[in-house]
């Protein structure tokens, strides 16, 4: 089968849910292929979906984070979504709430199966804090693949962008292929078309073909 390039710049805004807790009831049905994005408040995960889908505000940009819970899913096409989770680590939220976020996004990263894929992003002169690890973890345990991008790489001059590079793909060489880590820019499109290489890989997933193959079989 010869696989389709899937065309990122037609992302659509499909359906927001109010908060993570209630995923469930907004989400489509647990069919197809969804790839999120994840990353601390201010991680840079709006301009990184602009900037991959080539679209000036699909994705709102803030100066001041954290405020909205809101996950806003977006179309590909009929069998493929991109999920943008609510940034997590924001140092006004509540701890219990905090808590009931981490829970829930536990439970969304262990229990969708039509998930082919996350991407964690983080400012790359902050990565790796506690809940990055814990995102990684979780979907690692679920044996579902992680980009680790490490965004406004333009922010760092060449040799330190790649000395942190390496050490964070150090860091999480423990979790073998499961993790790749790479550099980022949404100002400069540095990285960008490594990351829709990988996005365009976890858009076809095996499961897909054969979910694909048994409707065609079915008629
Ligand atoms: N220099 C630089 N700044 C960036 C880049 N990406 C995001 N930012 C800035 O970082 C801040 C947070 O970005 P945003 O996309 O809203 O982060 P989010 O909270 O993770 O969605 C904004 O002020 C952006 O302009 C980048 O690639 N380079
Ligand atoms: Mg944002």
Redesign the pocket.
């Given at each position: 089968m010869t696989e389709s390039r899937i065309d990122f710049r037609r992302a659509k805004f499909l359906i927001s849910a109010p908060d993570i807790a209630h995923l469930d009831q907004y989400l489509p049905g647990d069919v197809g292929v969804e790839i999120a994005f994840a990353?601390r408040?201010?991680?840079?995960?709006?301009?990184?979906l602009n900037a991959l889908t080539e679209q000036k505000s699909l994705?709102r940009?803030?100066?001041t984070?954290g405020r909205t819970q809101l996950i806003n899913v977006f179309e590909l096409d009929a069998q493929r979504r991109l999920v943008d989770l609510p940034?997590y680590g924001f140092a006004q939220v509540p701890l219990a709430l905090k808590n009931k976020w981490q829970q829930a996004l536990g439970e969304y990263l262990q229990k969708r199966a039509c998930l082919s894929g996350v991407v964690v992003?983080m400012d790359i002169r902050h990565p790796l804090k506690d809940l990055d690890m814990q995102m990684i973890e979780w979907a690692v345990a679920s044996e579902i693949p992680v980009l680790a991008l490490l965004?406004?790489s333009?922010?760092l001059a060449q040799s330190a962008k790649m000395k942190t590079v390496n050490e964070v793909r150090l860091a999480l060489s423990k979790f073998g292929d499961w993790v790749q880590v790479e550099p980022f820019?949404?100002?400069k499109g540095t990285g960008k078309p490594k990351v829709l290489a990988i996005l365009n890989e976890w858009c076809h997933p095996q499961w897909l073909a054969d979910e694909l193959a048994a409707v065609n079989n079915a008629e």
């Open positions: 990353g408040s201010n991680a840079g995960k709006s301009s990184a994705a940009t803030s100066k984070p940034g992003l965004t406004k333009d922010k820019s949404s100002l």
